[in-house]
């Protein structure tokens, strides 16, 4: 079960690949300013997240202009989750939580995806400006998407 509604969200630091290099992001540099959604995703180059981050992609605006920031989290490098962003195209800010110490500080740690190994569940996150989680979904399985809408209302409350 992910971390539940009102708790605080545990603060973190993660590496995403840049055109300038690796670039450290802090998920309380938006507290006080913005709003954060968290998508955690099993793994790049897999069909089911390579359609969920397109789509987000092509929805970001949707967000920002909720003033909120979208970060994508997996296991995987950095140097992967860009290589498979360029190849499709994905604009959502890609983490990497390669240690999995953030998809177990939210609870969304997938034991033995298709028996190769631990990685994120996909689940989602709506952090406040306040740094409180106001939204929290697990799905059921890797195949299944986050509720979009429930995200959206949630984060226009």
């Given at each position: 079960m992910p971390i539940s509604v009102g708790s605080k969200a545990p603060d973190f630091t993660l590496k995403t690949k840049t055109a300038e290099g690796l670039k450290d992001v802090k998920l309380s540099a938006n507290f006080g300013n913005k709003q954060t959604v968290l998508l955690f995703f099993p793994l790049a180059y897999t069909s089911?997240?390579?359609?969920?981050?397109?789509?987000?992609?092509?929805?970001?605006?949707?967000?920002?202009?909720?003033?909120?920031?979208?970060?994508?989290?997996?296991?995987?490098?950095?140097?992967?989750?860009?290589?498979?962003?360029?190849?499709?195209?994905?604009?959502?800010?890609?983490?990497?939580?390669?240690?999995?110490?953030?998809?177990?500080?939210?609870?969304?740690?997938?034991?033995?995806?298709?028996?190769?190994?631990?990685?994120?569940?996909?689940?989602?996150?709506?952090?406040?400006s306040d740094g409180l989680v106001k939204y929290a979904e697990q799905t059921p399985t890797p195949k299944d998407l986050p509720n979009f809408n429930a995200i959206a209302a949630a984060l226009s409350k």
């Amino acid at each position: 079960m992910p971390i539940s509604v009102g708790s605080k969200a545990p603060d973190f630091t993660l590496k995403t690949k840049t055109a300038e290099g690796l670039k450290d992001v802090k998920l309380s540099a938006n507290f006080g300013n913005k709003q954060t959604v968290l998508l955690f995703f099993p793994l790049a180059y897999t069909s089911v997240c390579t359609q969920e981050m397109c789509d987000v992609t092509s929805g970001l605006d949707r967000y920002t202009g909720l003033n909120a920031d979208v970060y994508a989290i997996s296991v995987d490098s950095p140097f992967a989750q860009e290589a498979w962003a360029k190849q499709n195209n994905i604009k959502v800010t890609l983490l990497s939580d390669l240690n999995k110490t953030v998809v177990k500080a939210y609870q969304v740690l997938f034991p033995m995806l298709a028996g190769v190994g631990d990685t994120a569940a996909r689940a989602a996150f709506v952090i406040g400006s306040d740094g409180l989680v106001k939204y929290a979904e697990q799905t059921p399985t890797p195949k299944d998407l986050p509720n979009f809408n429930a995200i959206a209302a949630a984060l226009s409350k």
